[in-house]
């Protein structure tokens, strides 16, 4: 019933920047705070930046602190990430989700490489 649609990603230089969006759906949105998540080949899945249910509130992952922004607009159910000075190690499938509830979307992909 949960639908979390990832999009925004794309293919990016070193030191570019990217904004994600997460369109969700299924639920009622402002009651749930959210998260964006990563996975890189090869490697686990990584809690990237959190947020409450009001965005008055964030929580970021040690990598990206200072480079990326999580927000969200309750009244349009979106969640986004602003990815400023983009390394070639933040090259992953990013993927937003509910805190609380099994539901996850489909992923975006967000490569950076010169």
């Known amino acids: 019933q949960v639908q979390l649609v990832e999009s925004g990603g794309g293919l990016v230089q070193p030191g570019g920047s990217l904004s994600l969006s997460c369109a969700a759906s299924?639920?009622?949105?402002?009651?749930?705070?959210m998260r964006w998540y990563r996975q890189a080949p090869g490697k686990e899945r990584e809690l990237v930046a959190s947020i409450s249910i009001t965005g008055g509130s964030t929580n970021y992952a040690d990598s990206v602190k200072g480079r990326f922004t999580i927000s969200r607009a309750n009244a349009k159910n979106t969640l986004y990430l602003q990815m400023n000075s983009l390394k070639p190690d933040d090259t992953a499938v990013y993927y937003c989700a509910v805190v609380g509830r099994p539901a996850w979307g489909q992923g975006t992909q967000v490569t950076v490489s010169s």
């Open positions: 299924g639920f009622t949105f402002s009651s749930y705070a």
